[in-house]
């Protein structure tokens, strides 16, 4: 039932912390909160970067200063001091 899309963790803990406030007040329901519990899932589950993607970020960076210490390097002669 849980909602696939990307939710900041951060803000699901917050509203988390005030439901039981919320609830006491008459706000909202113990049934709605039990929904939106649903909704958002578990405040405290990790999200995991894909290993693929730490990998192919690490390799495009790398290859961008080799890049650039090779233009530098072919043109060192050239350069004033």
Avoid: Q
């Amino acid at each position: 039932m849980g909602n696939p899309r990307i939710v900041n963790k951060k803000a699901v803990r917050w509203l988390y912390a005030e439901l039981p406030a919320l609830i006491e007040e008459g706000i909202v329901t113990p049934e709605t909160a039990d929904r939106l519990r649903m909704r958002y899932g578990n405040a405290d589950e990790e999200s995991r970067v894909p290993l693929a993607l730490v990998v192919c970020s690490v390799l495009g960076a790398v290859l961008i200063g080799l890049g650039i210490i090779l233009v530098l390097a072919h043109n060192w002669d050239e350069m004033s001091r």
